[in-house]
């Protein structure tokens, strides 16, 4: 199950992802994503409800902070728990979101 | 140009001269504005006109002279008549077509003039009988001039003039209506409005002109577009090139001499474009065998036989191509019900695919319309509707072009030499004699001869002798692998005669252990070079190694995989049986991962598949399997060890992380499938017995179908 809710701060997007992240639920993520392109210039992926995500989860996270980061808004993952913190530097996901 | 021909012509093109010198002198130059307006009109709608689908050219020209005729007089319709005709000159750069254009026109306006005179002394001269007259002087105009018209073609073919008329009459009549049809309203309007009207009329017509030209354009792009697809597709997959063009040219003939409704001929021309399209979708080395014209497996024939239906599913996804699509699924349907899908029989058949069906055979027979003739004739009231005969008999003889002809000789004594030279070969082949590993037989009344004519008893008699008994009642070559003890055979049945098969068995025992041991070298190669670069983490194995690991240990539970959402049952049941166990909370983090990595791996490669926990000698085993097409041994170690690497779009990063949090991973792929073993070892208080307690059996949970496995007395 994954629940994703979101907020805007000022020029702050916040987008709150609680549960899981998976083949299942990327459907729904993507689609928030979507329908909701925020036009502020900062977004956060805020992870402090999330306790799982697999390299199919870590991927749309990271495809739609690739597809932000190109329209210049900058793009945070913040409140990530240690199994998390560990599967993103895995995958390789700051990497890759560091040199994009 | 026959010289018959050029002298009709030219005749024609005097007469209409003679008629001209005659009239022009009658007018008089009050009279010229109004003529040159409505002579510039004409000749501008004759210069811009409709091609129709039947590729007959439709232009309002004779509606202009009909209203000059009706409004000014016989002398100015001539001129205006002479205008249109040069308007259409445009197009043809022909001195000869130039003359007889504007003479047959101007005798055909002759004789309305004539048939106008006659009648009008013997009716009123009400509006109503005016119109009746004009429109009667249309019909004889019309009649004239396709009489006239009719000439060319009849002096240059041998048809007999009346065919050739009816055959004029069937291209010619909607324009001809067409041009009537708008002369009454148009003569009023302008006698009414004067020239105003009748400018304002001209403006609706051109607009209208533009859209229907729009439309007309429209419709052959989309069958242009349509062929030059498929041509890309033909060239990909290695077909007869061009093979759909002339297909859709023969098919599209064959309906339009059917006088089929303009739409049907349409569907028709695409489904014979885009007929073949589901062999994009079939193996190419059955394409590439079916192109030898090599003897197909029974298996392979069943493959190749599929191409209709799956063309259907793919032109059928197109909008407003469903029709379409239907033609294509039946195309290889027979009229006595032998053929395929659907072995559909008769008129249950659509017409249309009976005619793909014509067409087709009709473009791959080699030779002459003779040939070709002979080839449909003898073929109909099996392969080919009865019906169709007289109109595809027409349709080849048509489709005869000197040049085809001789393309058609070529290929013909090219391939027969060729099977010739082959034949001799393998007869005279040492080789094969010496090793023993082939043996060349006839089948007759249940005996096997050899090619001396010796009754001999091949080795899998029985088979062969099913085989060559099905050849016969089929007709058609087969090819069928036959495995008798420890060898071998590779048997190619050709069918002779109506009783007689010729054989050809190849002992192929050999080469199939040959082929074996190579696979097993290049698995070895695999395995090794994985082993090592994962430190043993990672163990590729093979089918017994496999087979042994599935054995071990005692199933706990598991789940069939069959839709995204399975994903998360699968996990959630996971995170329950990790409950049971007091697995900490970053093991069952890792686990899930993994668990999550290689079923996602399944309903993303495979579509659907199987997962299944076990436990064996302390450690916990995660099983996933799929029956999909396996990864190739080729991109193995980047499937495997590369990051970011993936056959599907995503990060393909599933086996590195597996790598990653699990202990040891087996992995078994082939054409069959994959499984992938995961194992970790549990800590020892969770290993315990009584926290091996088993779901109730039987119980299902939500959102995925899991079961409860087998347990041995030795856990509970």
């Known amino acids: 199950m994954l629940g994703i809710s979101h907020t805007q701060c000022g020029d702050q997007f916040t987008v709150a992802l609680n549960g899981e992240l998976a083949l299942d639920t990327v459907e729904a993520f993507h689609d928030v994503m979507d329908r909701r392109a925020p036009q502020t210039e900062q977004v956060v992926f805020d992870c402090a409800g999330l306790f799982f995500a697999d390299s199919t989860g870590v991927n749309a996270l990271l495809q739609a902070a690739l597809r932000l980061k190109r329209r210049g808004v900058a793009a945070e993952v913040v409140n990530l728990n240690d199994d998390l913190r560990e599967m993103l530097d895995v995958t390789g996901f700051f990497e890759v979101l560091g040199s994009a | ?716």
């Open chain 2, 1 to 716: 140009m026959p010289r018959s021909v050029q002298i009709y012509a030219w005749s024609l093109g005097i007469a209409g001269l003679l008629i001209l010198l005659a009239y022009i002198p009658t007018l008089t130059w009050h009279r010229y504005p109004p003529v040159i307006a409505l002579a510039l009109l004409a000749g501008l709608f004759e210069h811009f006109t409709m091609t129709l689908p039947n590729r007959m050219k439709f232009s309002l020209g004779s509606t202009f002279v009909f209203l000059t005729y009706a409004s000014l007089g016989p002398g100015p319709a001539f001129l205006v008549e002479t205008t249109s005709a040069v308007g259409s000159m445009v197009r043809t750069r022909n001195p000869v077509q130039r003359a007889f254009n504007l003479g047959q026109l101007l005798l055909s306006l002759l004789g309305m003039h004539g048939a106008i005179s006659l009648l009008r002394p013997l009716v009123g001269a009400s509006p109503a009988s005016e119109a009746a007259i004009l429109l009667l002087g249309g019909v004889v105009f019309f009649t004239l001039n396709t009489l006239l018209v009719s000439g060319v073609p009849w002096l240059m073919s041998s048809k007999p003039f009346g065919s050739v008329l009816s055959d004029m009459v069937g291209q010619s009549w909607v324009a001809s209506t067409g041009s009537l049809g708008l002369l009454i309203p148009l003569l009023y309007s302008f006698r009414l409005g004067g020239w105003l009207t009748l400018a304002l009329n001209c403006v609706c017509l051109f607009a209208f002109r533009y859209v229907v030209n729009l439309l007309l354009r429209e419709k052959r792009n989309h069958l242009a577009s349509l062929g030059q697809l498929t041509e890309v597709i033909e060239r990909r997959i290695g077909g007869h090139e061009r093979h759909a063009t002339r297909v859709s040219t023969v098919a599209r003939g064959i309906a339009e001499a059917m006088r089929l409704p303009a739409d049907d001929v349409d569907q028709i021309h695409a489904a014979a474009i885009l007929h073949d399209i589901g062999e994009a979708e079939i193996d190419p080395r059955i394409l590439s065998a079916m192109a030898r014209k090599a003897i197909l497996s029974l298996a392979d024939l069943e493959q190749y036989r599929q191409h209709p239906v799956l063309g259907a599913e793919i032109v059928g996804r197109m909008e407003g191509m469903s029709r379409v699509a239907l033609l294509i699924r039946h195309h290889h349907e027979a009229w006595d019900g032998s053929g395929f899908p659907d072995g559909l029989r008769g008129q249950a058949i659509p017409l249309g695919a009976r005619i793909l069906r014509a067409a087709e055979l009709i473009e791959d027979t080699p030779g002459d319309a003779d040939t070709r003739v002979a080839a449909i004739t003898r073929l109909a009231g099996s392969t080919l509707d009865p019906g169709l005969l007289p109109v595809l008999s027409a349709a080849v003889r048509k489709a005869q072009s000197p040049t085809a002809k001789a393309a058609a000789l070529v290929e013909e004594a090219g391939v027969s030499m060729l099977e010739g030279r082959l034949m001799q070969t393998v007869r005279s082949s040492q080789l094969l004699k010496a090793f023993g590993v082939a043996q060349m037989l006839t089948f007759e009344r249940d005996c096997f001869f050899s090619y001396l004519g010796d009754q001999v008893v091949p080795p899998v008699a029985a088979e062969v002798s099913s085989l060559a008994r099905r050849v016969l009642l089929s007709q058609v070559p087969m090819r069928q692998q036959v495995v008798e003890g420890h060898t071998a055979y590779e048997v190619y049945l050709l069918p002779a005669s109506d009783e007689t098969v010729s054989i050809l068995v190849f002992d192929i025992t050999d080469a199939v252990a040959e082929e074996r041991e190579q696979t097993r070298r290049i698995f070895h190669a695999y395995r090794d070079v994985i082993s090592v670069a994962t430190r043993g983490k990672l163990m590729l194995i093979d089918d017994e190694e496999c087979e042994r690991l599935l054995e071990e240990g005692t199933p706990f539970e598991e789940m069939l995989l069959l839709s995204p959402q399975d994903a998360g049952t699968a996990r959630a049941v996971f995170h329950r049986i990790a409950g049971r166990l007091s697995l900490g909370k970053r093991e069952t983090f890792r686990l899930t991962v993994c668990l999550s990595e290689a079923v996602t791996n399944v309903l993303k490669h495979a579509g659907k598949g199987k997962v299944a926990i076990r436990r064996h000698n302390n450690c916990l085993r995660i099983v996933v399997s799929d029956q999909g097409c396996g990864i190739p041994y080729q991109i193995l170690p980047r499937a495997i060890l590369m990051d970011g690497y993936s056959t599907q779009k995503s990060m393909g990063r599933g086996f590195s992380v597996m790598l990653h949090f699990t202990e040891r991973l087996w992995v078994r792929t082939s054409a069959d499938g994959t499984v992938v073993i995961l194992e970790y070892p549990l800590p020892v208080k969770a290993g315990s017995a009584e926290s091996w307690a088993p779901a109730p059996v039987g119980k299902r949970l939500t959102g995925g179908d899991w079961h409860a496995g087998h347990q041995s007395h030795a856990v509970r």
